[in-house]
C-alpha cells in the first residue's frame, strides 16, 4: 500500500543474503490484517543449507493495553555434544510482551524469552543474547510511592553455565513508601523488599528486609551544603538445600539467620562559581563520612544479588555500593572527592570527577583485592568528559592504581561529526572483575562510522576487537540509500567467534525498507 493506506493485508518487501553459515537465504514476510487493532506478520526464512524457519509475529492492542508475541520453528539437524553425529529435532523461539493498565495506580505485564536449545537464535540470527529473561510482574505508582510484585525465570545459553544453578524467583516483592509529614525537618522513606528464590542443584533462599530511612539538607553560611542522614536496616534469611563449599558467596549452614544494620552519615559540599564572559567555571570539593557498627556479613547469608560489585565514578558517594541487599558495608569510612565544570556557548563542556575511599580497617573479605576497594584506601576513580556542541563528544571513565597509578580500569568513549559524516569508538581495558561476575582481564576496542558520499547514498562501517587475545570478534560493512521515503541496505557482516556447532561465518544480505509503511502498520 502507499502511504495514503493505513492497513492492508499483503506482501511486504523481501530481504535477501548469503552466509557461509545457512547458506543463500529469503525472508518473504506477509502482512495480515485481522481488525484495526490486531495482525499476524508471516515472515518464513528459506535456505539453501539449513532449515526452513517459520517465523511470525501477533500484535494485539485491547482497551486496558497491548501485547506482542513473536516466535518460530523449524525442523533442523544438531550435535548432541561436539563431534557427535547429527539428528533431527524441532527447534523454536518465543519472545513477547504485553502490558495492561487496571487503573490509574496499577497495571501488570509479562516479558517472555524462551528457545528450545542454546545455539538456535545464532544460528539463524534472531538475537545474539546469551542469557534470556522471562518476566511476568504486576506494579503501582501513587507519587512517590511505589510497590510491585513479580516472578523470574532465566535461561542461559552459555556452554559454561550449569542450568541446575540458575535459580527460579518466585516471587520478589517491593514496597517503597514517603510519609508526607517530615521528621526534624527531613524526609522519612520506608522500603521493604522479600524474595524467594529455589534452584535444583544448590541453595534455595527466603529473604526478608526492610529499612527505614531519614535525610535532610541544609544551606549554611557561604554557600555550604551539608546533607545529614541516617539508616536503619533489619534484615531475616532462611536457606536450605546448603553444602558446606569454600566458594564465598554461599553459605555454609542452613536455617534461620537475621542481622540488623544502623548507619549514620553526612555529606559536605562547597561549590565556587565563576562566570568570565560567555563561560562558566565551577569547582566543589565533597567530603562524606558514614558509620555503621562491623560485622554485618555473617558466613551464612548467601551472596545472591551483591556478586557483581564494580567501584567507579557512578557510585562514588553511594552510603552502600554493593548493588544488592545481601552484602553492606560497614565500618567507619569517608568518601573525599572533587568535580570541575566548564560550561560554554552552545552546549560545550567539560567535566571532571574523581575521588577515593577511606575506611579505619579493610575490608578484603568483602571486596575482592581486584575491585581496587577493599583496602584502607581504595583506587581513584573518576570521569573526564568533553562536549563540543553536537560535533565531539568524548567521555573516559577511569580507576587508577593507587600505589603506581597504573590504569586498571580504562574506558573511552566518543563521536565526531555531523549527522551525515560522523564516527563512533570506544576503547575498554579491565584489570579483572569478580570471579563470581563471570568477568575476566579484558581489553577491548569497537568503532563505527557512516559517510555520505553522495545525495541520499551513504557508506557504513564496524568493527570489534579483543585486544587482550589478539583476535577480532565482528566486522561489517554496508551500502545505504536513504530518503524521505525508502531506505535500501546492501550489507556484509563477519562473525569471528564460535559456539559449539556455529562456526565462524559471513553474511551478505539486501534489505528495502519503504518508512511510510513502517509508520502506518502499527495497530
Same mark, same amino acid.
Given at each position: 500500500?502507499?502511504?495514503?493506506?493505513?492497513?492492508?493485508?499483503?506482501?511486504?518487501?523481501?530481504?535477501?543474503?548469503?552466509?557461509?553459515?545457512?547458506?543463500?537465504?529469503?525472508?518473504?514476510?506477509?502482512?495480515?490484517?485481522?481488525?484495526?487493532?490486531?495482525?499476524?506478520?508471516?515472515?518464513?526464512?528459506?535456505?539453501?543449507?539449513?532449515?526452513? !524457519?517459520?517465523?511470525?509475529?501477533?500484535?494485539?492492542?485491547?482497551?486496558?493495553?497491548?501485547?506482542?508475541?513473536?516466535?518460530?520453528?523449524?525442523?533442523?539437524?544438531?550435535?548432541?555434544?561436539?563431534?557427535?553425529?547429527?539428528?533431527? !529435532?524441532?527447534?523454536?523461539?518465543?519472545?513477547?510482551?504485553?502490558?495492561?493498565?487496571?487503573?490509574?495506580?496499577?497495571?501488570?505485564?509479562?516479558?517472555?524469552?524462551?528457545?528450545?536449545?542454546?545455539?538456535?537464535?545464532?544460528?539463524?540470527?534472531?538475537?545474539?543474547?546469551?542469557?534470556?529473561?522471562?518476566?511476568?510482574?504486576?506494579?503501582?505508582?501513587?507519587?512517590?510511592?511505589?510497590?510491585?510484585?513479580?516472578?523470574?525465570?532465566?535461561?542461559?545459553?552459555?556452554?559454561?553455565?550449569?542450568?541446575?544453578?540458575?535459580?527460579?524467583?518466585?516471587?520478589?516483592?517491593?514496597?517503597?513508601?514517603?510519609?508526607?509529614?517530615?521528621?526534624?525537618?527531613?524526609?522519612?522513606?520506608?522500603?521493604?523488599?522479600?524474595?524467594?528464590?529455589?534452584?535444583?542443584?544448590?541453595?534455595?533462599?527466603?529473604?526478608?528486609?526492610?529499612?527505614? =530511612?531519614?535525610?535532610?539538607?541544609?544551606?549554611?553560611?557561604?554557600?555550604?551544603?551539608?546533607?545529614?542522614?541516617?539508616?536503619?536496616?533489619?534484615?531475616?534469611?532462611?536457606?536450605?538445600?546448603?553444602?558446606?563449599?569454600?566458594?564465598?558467596?554461599?553459605?555454609?549452614?542452613?536455617?534461620?539467620?537475621?542481622?540488623? !544494620?544502623? #548507619?549514620?552519615?553526612?555529606?559536605?559540599?562547597?561549590?565556587?562559581?565563576?562566570?568570565?564572559?560567555?563561560?562558566?567555571?565551577?569547582?566543589?570539593?565533597?567530603?562524606?563520612?558514614?558509620? =555503621?557498627?562491623?560485622?554485618?556479613?555473617?558466613?551464612?547469608?548467601?551472596?545472591?544479588?551483591?556478586?557483581?560489585?564494580?567501584?567507579?565514578?557512578?557510585?562514588?558517594?553511594?552510603?552502600?555500593?554493593?548493588?544488592?541487599?545481601?552484602?553492606?558495608?560497614?565500618?567507619?569510612?569517608?568518601?573525599?572527592?572533587?568535580?570541575?565544570?566548564?560550561?560554554?556557548?552552545?552546549?560545550?563542556?567539560?567535566?571532571?570527577v574523581v575521588g577515593q575511599n577511606l575506611r579505619l580497617r579493610p575490608a578484603k573479605s568483602i571486596f575482592n583485592a581486584a575491585t581496587g576497594f577493599g583496602d584502607r584506601q581504595s583506587d581513584y576513580v573518576g570521569r573526564v568528559r568533553l562536549s563540543l556542541g553536537p560535533y565531539l563528544d !568524548?567521555?573516559?571513565?577511569?580507576?587508577?592504581?593507587?600505589?603506581?597509578?597504573?590504569?586498571?580500569?580504562?574506558?573511552?568513549?566518543?563521536?565526531?561529526?555531523?549527522?551525515?559524516?560522523?564516527?563512533?569508538?570506544?576503547?575498554?581495558?579491565?584489570?579483572?572483575?569478580?570471579?563470581?561476575?563471570?568477568?575476566?582481564?579484558?581489553?577491548?576496542? =569497537?568503532?563505527? #562510522?557512516?559517510?555520505?558520499?553522495?545525495?541520499?547514498?551513504?557508506?557504513?562501517?564496524?568493527?570489534?576487537?579483543?585486544?587482550?587475545?589478539?583476535?577480532?570478534?565482528?566486522?561489517?560493512?554496508?551500502?545505504?540509500?536513504?530518503?524521505?521515503?525508502?531506505?535500501?541496505?546492501?550489507?556484509?557482516?563477519?562473525?569471528?567467534?564460535?559456539?559449539?556447532?556455529?562456526?565462524?561465518? =559471513?553474511?551478505?544480505?539486501?534489505?528495502?525498507?519503504?518508512?511510510?509503511?513502517?509508520? #502506518?502498520?502499527?495497530?
Amino acid at each position: 500500500p502507499d502511504p495514503s493506506v493505513k492497513r492492508k493485508s499483503g506482501l511486504l518487501i523481501p530481504s535477501i543474503g548469503g552466509s557461509s553459515d545457512i547458506g543463500n537465504y529469503a525472508q518473504i514476510p506477509y502482512y495480515f490484517e485481522i481488525s484495526p487493532n490486531e495482525d499476524i506478520t508471516f515472515n518464513p526464512l528459506f535456505t539453501t543449507r539449513a532449515a526452513t !524457519v517459520l517465523k511470525g509475529e501477533y500484535r494485539h492492542r485491547i482497551r486496558a493495553g497491548q501485547y506482542r508475541l513473536d516466535g518460530s520453528f523449524a525442523r533442523d539437524e544438531i550435535a548432541n555434544t561436539p563431534g557427535s553425529p547429527n539428528r533431527e !529435532v524441532w527447534r523454536s523461539h518465543l519472545f513477547g510482551e504485553g502490558i495492561f493498565r487496571l487503573n490509574e495506580v496499577w497495571r501488570y505485564g509479562y516479558e517472555a524469552q524462551l528457545t528450545s536449545d542454546d545455539t538456535y537464535l545464532k544460528r539463524y540470527q534472531i538475537s545474539d543474547l546469551d542469557r534470556l529473561r522471562t518476566r511476568a510482574y504486576a506494579e503501582g505508582f501513587a507519587g512517590k510511592n511505589y510497590a510491585s510484585l513479580e516472578a523470574f525465570y532465566f535461561e542461559s545459553l552459555r556452554a559454561t553455565d550449569d542450568p541446575g544453578k540458575i535459580p527460579l524467583v518466585h516471587p520478589l516483592g517491593e514496597l517503597i513508601w514517603y510519609p508526607q509529614r517530615k521528621l526534624a525537618g527531613g524526609e522519612l522513606r520506608f522500603d521493604a523488599n522479600a524474595i524467594s528464590l529455589s534452584r535444583s542443584d544448590g541453595p534455595n533462599t527466603n529473604r526478608l528486609s526492610t529499612s527505614a =530511612s531519614w535525610d535532610r539538607s541544609a544551606v549554611l553560611l557561604g554557600g555550604n551544603l551539608v546533607k545529614t542522614f541516617a539508616n536503619l536496616r533489619a534484615d531475616a534469611y532462611y536457606t536450605t538445600n546448603v553444602h558446606p563449599n569454600p566458594d564465598p558467596t554461599l553459605p555454609q549452614r542452613g536455617g534461620y539467620v537475621s542481622r540488623v !544494620v544502623p #548507619t549514620v552519615g553526612a555529606e559536605w559540599r562547597w561549590p565556587f562559581v565563576k562566570r568570565g564572559g560567555s563561560y562558566s567555571h565551577v569547582l566543589e570539593p565533597v567530603a562524606q563520612i558514614l558509620y =555503621s557498627p562491623y560485622g554485618g556479613n555473617p558466613r551464612d547469608i548467601p551472596n545472591e544479588d551483591s556478586a557483581s560489585f564494580e567501584f567507579d565514578d557512578t557510585n562514588l558517594f553511594s552510603a552502600n555500593r554493593l548493588p544488592g541487599f545481601d552484602l553492606v558495608e560497614s565500618g567507619p569510612r569517608a568518601n573525599v572527592g572533587i568535580r570541575y565544570a566548564l560550561v560554554g556557548p552552545k552546549g560545550s563542556a567539560v567535566d571532571l570527577v574523581v575521588g577515593q575511599n577511606l575506611r579505619l580497617r579493610p575490608a578484603k573479605s568483602i571486596f575482592n583485592a581486584a575491585t581496587g576497594f577493599g583496602d584502607r584506601q581504595s583506587d581513584y576513580v573518576g570521569r573526564v568528559r568533553l562536549s563540543l556542541g553536537p560535533y565531539l563528544d !568524548v567521555t573516559e571513565r577511569f580507576r587508577v592504581d593507587r600505589h603506581d597509578f597504573s590504569f586498571n580500569r580504562h574506558e573511552v568513549t566518543g563521536r565526531v561529526g555531523t549527522e551525515n559524516y560522523w564516527a563512533k569508538a570506544s576503547f575498554l581495558q579491565l584489570s579483572e572483575e569478580l570471579p563470581a561476575s563471570g568477568l575476566q582481564r579484558r581489553k577491548e576496542f =569497537s568503532g563505527s #562510522t557512516r559517510l555520505k558520499i553522495w545525495d541520499s547514498w551513504y557508506i557504513e562501517g564496524n568493527a570489534r576487537r579483543d585486544l587482550a587475545n589478539n583476535r577480532m570478534i565482528s566486522s561489517g560493512a554496508a551500502l545505504v540509500f536513504s530518503n524521505e521515503c525508502a531506505e535500501i541496505t546492501l550489507q556484509y557482516k563477519r562473525r569471528f567467534t564460535s559456539d559449539r556447532e556455529i562456526r565462524p561465518s =559471513s553474511a551478505i544480505t539486501l534489505q528495502i525498507r519503504l518508512k511510510t509503511l513502517g509508520e #502506518t502498520s502499527n495497530p
